[in-house]
């Protein structure tokens, strides 16, 4: 009898698989999502940047919620721990509950594989605490299932193998644990506040108002735009200052921002923006179609050289941009310039003489179109500042070439790049200095934000520093302090106020007040900016950009 009850319970052959395919289901359901973008045709950047995204999400959730998850890590731990008294009483997990667990350890295996992807590709170190959640929850999962590590059962190979694997596991869920702790508990010292005064402290003086403005595709762009983009009502964001009548302004400048490749989301580039209006200046951001297929001439090849390149796609993009100044134009310099200007501004007038051009990424690289198009047409014949942060190829086509001898004296130019930004090559920054050669070297410098993993959190010089999912101390001190006083300069240079304009100098011009980037909560300074008036042919590190080329 004993015999065929044995019998009727005895497993099937197939169920010594099912843990595996557990796991493996688990593993196979995290990185889902980046398969498929791959076989629908994305490339490796698209098919990881919605989980590169949630990932930046999550982990800015636990830098704000640090006392959160510290309770819910001990709620994990003290289960595990109730958990593992209960097995040594003879008394196992049930089954489901095995089963689920095996589920989550194989989604946090593949969520922590692309998180170390991601970290060598983009993140260098910046994450903290994501690998410090992913490493409490496969520690408490690794409890649960098999218990406190202890040395092998010889009774047969799998369960040898079985042993040094959960005792492996335990140490490298404990290793990712532990550089968190001090985050957890307070301890690891915190970075600079914000400023609370002067440059990088909170936009102002002006509150600012901000309206849409649709622009008139050209149809030779319109026809190439790609399903990605074609939902988008393409416009210019124009950002103003709200002035009083007491205010003694004749006029104020211009500023043309251009956005990263793929990236037209005002919402992401609204601190700089702030930082420019509140200080006096009309702000046009510039949206501009990045996913487009434009006829590529037959026996073109490809060239990317010197930070240039010869892409078609360069001009198509242009004709958008000239199309989207002329829309600013209409509604901003006019004399019948669109209503909400005269409920902003009053009588002052927007003097495009007196201008700021920046941008981020394929933008930093698209100042040189803002450039040609602001030298055809009168504009920063007075006063020009350019702003390029993590520029990548601009065009090589001889008709986008800027006039730089319409260049006024008065022009300087930041070329900002972290230097643990993996997405862009330094020899663009670096040769993008190189075009204006023919200014004074202390106006044209090459500013590297360095990466300091001292404290809590993490200060990593990303590609993505400069956008407001990103905006963190280190962009506090290295982005839009530079961005305020840039904004100074320029505004000061329209007012003829020459004291703010002398302050304004002094802190864009290679020094202390530009290199310093204020002290850690124990007193250790942060790592300086480092400043290069001429990176190419100055600094060894940069020797390979004489014959770095481009992948197209």
């Known amino acids: 009898m004993e015999e065929a009850v044995d019998t009727l319970v005895e497993r099937p052959s197939w169920h010594r698989f099912l843990n595996p395919i557990l796991f493996g289901s688990g593993l196979m359901a995290s990185v889902i999502q980046p398969i498929f973008l791959l076989a629908s045709g994305k490339d490796v950047n698209d098919a990881i940047w919605p989980h590169a995204y949630r990932a930046l999400q999550a982990t800015m959730f636990l830098r704000d919620q640090l006392t959160l998850m510290f309770f819910i890590s001990l709620i994990l731990f003290f289960s595990s721990a109730a958990s593992i008294k209960n097995q040594m009483s003879g008394k196992p997990p049930h089954q489901i509950t095995r089963r689920i667990l095996l589920f989550i350890s194989g989604l946090t295996t593949g969520f922590l594989i692309l998180y170390f992807l991601l970290d060598v590709f983009y993140l260098r170190g910046a994450f903290l605490l994501l690998p410090t959640a992913y490493g409490i929850i496969l520690l408490c999962c690794l409890f649960v299932i098999g218990g406190l590590p202890r040395l092998p059962e010889r009774t047969s190979k799998t369960k040898v193998f079985a042993g040094i694997g959960h005792i492996l596991a335990i140490f490298f869920a404990a290793w990712l644990v532990m550089p968190g702790i001090p985050a957890m508990i307070g301890i690891a010292p915190s970075p600079p506040d914000v400023p609370i005064v002067g440059y990088g402290s909170s936009p102002g003086p002006f509150e600012t108002t901000m309206t ?20 988008i009502d393409f416009s210019v964001y124009l950002t103003l200052p709200e002035l009083t009548p007491e205010l003694p302004l004749d006029s104020i400048p211009l500023a043309l921002l251009s956005h990263g490749w793929g990236y037209p989301v005002y919402e992401e580039y609204t601190d700089w923006i702030s930082y420019l209006a509140a200080r006096g200046i009309a702000v046009a951001f510039v949206q501009y179609p990045s996913h487009i297929d434009p006829p590529i001439p037959e026996g073109l090849k490809g060239i990317d050289v010197e930070g240039a390149s010869n892409y078609p796609h360069h001009e198509y993009r242009a004709m958008a941009i000239a199309a989207a100044l002329d829309t600013v134009q209409n509604l901003a310099l006019n004399e019948s310039r669109h209503p909400s200007v ?11 003489s007196h201008l700021w051009i920046g941008g981020h990424s394929l933008g930093g690289a698209y100042t040189f179109v803002q450039l040609y198009e602001s030298m055809e047409r009168g504009w920063g014949n007075e006063t020009l500042f350019v702003n390029i942060e993590s520029g990548w190829t601009r065009p090589n086509q001889a008709q986008l070439q800027p006039n730089l001898s319409r260049m006024p004296d008065d022009t300087m130019v930041h070329i900002a790049r972290g230097v643990d930004d993996m997405t862009v090559d330094a020899c663009y920054s670096v040769h993008h200095q190189q075009v ?117």
């Open 342 to 352: 005269d409920a902003a501004l009053g009588n002052v007038t927007i003097n495009p």
């Open 436 to 552: 204006y050669s023919g200014l004074p070297d202390e106006h044209v410098l090459y500013i590297e934000l360095q990466s300091d993993l001292y404290g809590f959190p993490r200060l990593v010089g990303s590609h993505y520093l400069p956008t407001d999912s990103v905006h963190d101390r280190l962009a506090d001190y290295g982005v839009y302090r530079r961005i305020a006083a840039q904004a100074d300069w320029v505004f000061a240079r329209t007012q003829g106020d020459t004291n703010t304009e002398s302050f304004a100098y002094d802190h864009l011009t290679d020094g202390d007040l530009l290199r310093s980037m204020g002290e850690w909560s124990d007193g250790t300074p942060v790592l300086p900016l480092l400043v290069y008036e001429d990176a190419l042919n100055t600094e060894p590190k940069f020797a390979y950009c004489e014959t770095f080329e481009g992948v197209l």
């Open 212 to 231: 849409v403005h649709p622009y008139e595709m050209p149809q030779m762009v319109g026809e190439i735009i790609m399903d990605d983009e074609q939902d």
